[in-house]
């Protein structure tokens, strides 16, 4: 049953969407945390069950994504991610379960990751008459 409300179901209904995931996804209700905790009641969308790769969140968005290059005619498909990427991954899925081609860029590491968008956030060596 899809509980989204009309007028957003026209809105996301008017994106090209190729189907690449197994929906909907089941949701369970976590009965020992709840217990633990002494309520609410807890659940968890099962999105690990999708069907693409080992599945996840971004089955979703990658159905229109990939929607979108095969209408664009786009003969393959890039993108980056850090070692062990669960996007990289989910991205060769669906490029092989579509015929595209995908290139995966890996960052060698976080720290390289860190470098390009977070350089603040590196500890940067302190000026010595060696690296001055």
């Known amino acids: 049953m899809n509980s989204l409300r009309p007028e957003i179901q026209k809105k996301i209904g008017a994106f090209k969407r190729i189907p690449l995931v197994h929906l909907p996804t089941p949701m369970r209700k976590l ?12 659940w ?10 080992f599945g996840g969140n971004k089955s979703r968005k990658l159905e229109f994504i990939i929607a979108d290059a095969l209408a664009k005619k786009a003969d393959v498909v890039v993108t980056w991610g850090a070692l062990q990427s669960n996007w990289a991954m989910q991205t060769a899925a ?10 995966l860029q890996g960052a060698p590491s ?7 968008f977070f350089p603040s956030l590196i500890k940067q060596p302190k000026p ?5």
């Not at 009965?31 to 807890?42: D, K, N």
């Not at 968890?44 to 790769?53: E, H, I, M, Q």
């Not at 669906?94 to 290139?103: E, H, I, R």
């Not at 010595?128 to 001055?132: D, E, G, S």
Request: proline content about 5%; charged content about 25%.
């Open 110 to 116: 976080i720290r390289s990751y860190y470098a390009v």
């Open 128 to 132: 010595t008459a060696k690296n001055r």
């Open 44 to 53: 968890a969308k099962r999105d690990d069950l999708t069907g693409l790769a």
């Open 94 to 103: 669906a490029c092989a379960k579509c015929g595209l081609p995908a290139v």
């Open 31 to 42: 009965e020992r945390l709840t217990a633990e905790l002494g309520g609410p009641e807890i």
